[in-house]
């Protein structure tokens, strides 16, 4: 079965855990290859391939400092991300929210319990 393209779009790309890992080391400042290489744990060329999807997608910029290459985050193709998320968050908010409430009823009755 022929695996989905994960370079079509910011969505997909960030899809793989390795390239979340790769875009949250990015979002603390530039980096060269090596050291993410060396953060990661992983061979270079995996972390090359994973560079290679994120900035086909435009998540991750390059540009060339003498010997070597330097990645930065490039945060505007997260935007749909958020948008898309943003609106999942006011549930997820309600639902805290909710279990505050019944924790809260449990802590009251726990006392009530008690004495």
């Known amino acids: ?34 050291d993410l290489v060396a953060q990661l744990g992983l061979a270079q060329p995996q972390v090359s391939k994973h560079l290679r999807v994120l900035r086909e997608v435009d998540l991750v910029r390059v540009r060339d400092e003498g010997r070597q290459r330097l990645y930065r985050l490039n945060p505007a193709p997260l935007r749909p991300l958020h948008a898309w998320l943003s609106r999942y968050e006011q549930l997820w908010n309600d639902r805290f929210d909710l279990m505050d409430d019944v924790l809260t009823e449990m802590d009251e009755e726990d006392s009530d319990d008690d004495d």
């Not at 994960?6 to 060269?32: K, M, S, W």
Request: hydrophobic share 45%.
């Open 1 to 34: 079965m022929a695996r989905a393209a994960t370079t079509t779009d910011a969505f997909n790309a960030v899809a793989e855990p390795r390239r979340r890992q790769i875009l949250d080391l990015l979002a603390q400042g530039e980096r060269p290859v090596n």
